[in-house]
């Protein structure tokens, strides 16, 4: 049995990965942490865990995390970096939903997220937490820098276009257009998220440039193994949970003669968690809630020069805690479904 820690217990994306290893067969959660909450019971504040976990929030320093195999950092940014040296060096994996082992390059890193990175030595071993693309170097990593929740998605939806320097669509011209749920902006109080400001209201921000846009651009540029432009716009709308990425690619007459459904549906055909949908479906965001799953329809609107891509997945599952699971069931040898077979939840 696999002992795993949590940092950050108290979060949206550390309750939801509290959640899903309650039922995981080969992982126990050992330790929680939560500074505001330390010596309170998990299911006190989460009654919807009463009697699948049966522990207490720690403080950090209480937590006797080097005791454990894995510890997941379900933290803001910053925080994994200062701590991540030490748990490896006591033979512990690291498993980072933020951003701090996402980018490789600690000058871009300090330009989007407004602070010095404390460990660039690491950032070379890190590997990035996205299995569709990194599978295997995951089930070798001991530090795994999870894929953000756009990013999934935007990557997931371009990538059988761009792989392998394919030259079928203008990769210089790519749009990707997104809606998050406000659990993506977690749980910690702040005024735009307030249900009198989101609810009802459709707004989009980072439009100047929001710190996903280097991450996904990474990771299309790694896969394309040539430049790519994006322009990334999310927007925030009144629901709880989910994503919906709309994206656009232009077709060059040496893609114009392709069958773009049967690429998507031969290129995810044996990703357990990537559903590629029937020729004309338009993916919702609820047929996805609280699963790992990923849905993607292609579209090619009047057959004509535009491709339209959409993927859905929740942002709090397939965009954090979901993905983060099957990057430990990878970096543990456990058969990468466990604990993730999960029917999604309707209404
Ligand atoms: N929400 C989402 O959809 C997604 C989030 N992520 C990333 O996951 C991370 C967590 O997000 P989310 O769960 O939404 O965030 P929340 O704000 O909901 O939770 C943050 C958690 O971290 C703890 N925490 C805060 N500061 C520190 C610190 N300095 N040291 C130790 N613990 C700390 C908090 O508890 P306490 O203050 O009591 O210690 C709390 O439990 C973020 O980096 C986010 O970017 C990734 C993908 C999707
Ligand atoms: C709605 C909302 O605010 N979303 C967050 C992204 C979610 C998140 O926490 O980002 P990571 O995936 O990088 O961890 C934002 O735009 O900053």
Redesign the pocket.
């Known amino acids: 049995m696999i002992k795993v820690g949590i ?8 309750v939801e990965l509290l959640r899903l290893l309650s039922r995981h067969e080969g992982a126990k959660v050992t330790a929680v ?5 330390a010596g309170m019971p998990v299911a006190d504040m989460y009654p919807s865990l009463r009697g699948w976990i049966d522990i207490s929030f720690s403080t ?1 320093e209480d937590a006797n995390l080097k005791e454990c195999d894995v510890v997941f950092f ?4 910053g ?1 994994a970096m200062a701590q991540a040296r030490e748990l490896l060096d006591a033979g512990v994996k690291v498993i980072d ?3 701090d082992f996402r980018l490789k390059d600690p000058v871009e890193f300090q330009k989007w997220y407004a602070m010095e990175h404390s460990c660039t030595d690491l950032l070379t071993e890190a590997v990035y937490g996205f299995p569709e693309v990194n599978r295997e170097a995951i089930k070798q990593a001991r530090l795994v820098g ?1 894929a ?2 756009y990013p999934t998605s935007v990557q997931l939806g371009f990538l059988p276009l761009l792989e392998g320097g394919k030259q079928w669509i203008d990769a210089s011209t790519l749009i990707a257009d997104c809606k ?1 749920g406000v ?6 109080a702040e005024v735009h998220t307030l249900l009198a400001e989101a609810g009802d209201n459709f707004k989009a921000y980072g439009v100047k440039g929001h710190r996903h846009l280097p991450e996904i651009t990474q990771g299309l540029v790694a896969v394309h193994g040539k430049p790519v432009g994006l322009t990334f716009v999310p927007h925030l709308v009144p629901m709880i949970r989910g994503i919906h990425s709309t994206l656009y690619a232009r077709i060059l007459p040496e893609g114009r003669d392709v069958d773009y459904q049967k690429v998507f549906e031969e290129r995810f055909a044996h990703e357990p968690f990537v559903d590629v949908m029937p020729a004309g479906s338009t993916p919702e965001t609820r047929s996805v809630r609280g699963s790992n799953i990923a849905r993607i329809a292609v579209h090619r609107p009047g057959n004509g020069d535009l491709l339209v891509i959409l993927v859905v997945e929740d ?2 599952v397939k ?2 805690s979901g993905q983060a699971v099957q990057v430990m069931n990878l970096m543990f040898g456990l058969p990468e479904r466990q604990g993730l077979d999960i029917v999604p939840l309707l209404p």
């Open positions: 940092v950050g217990g108290t979060g949206y994306t550390g942490t939560s500074r505001k909450e950090p379900a933290t803001p940014h925080v939903l933020a951003a999870m953000g929740c998050s659990s993506g902006a977690g749980r910690k942002n709090l965009g954090a």
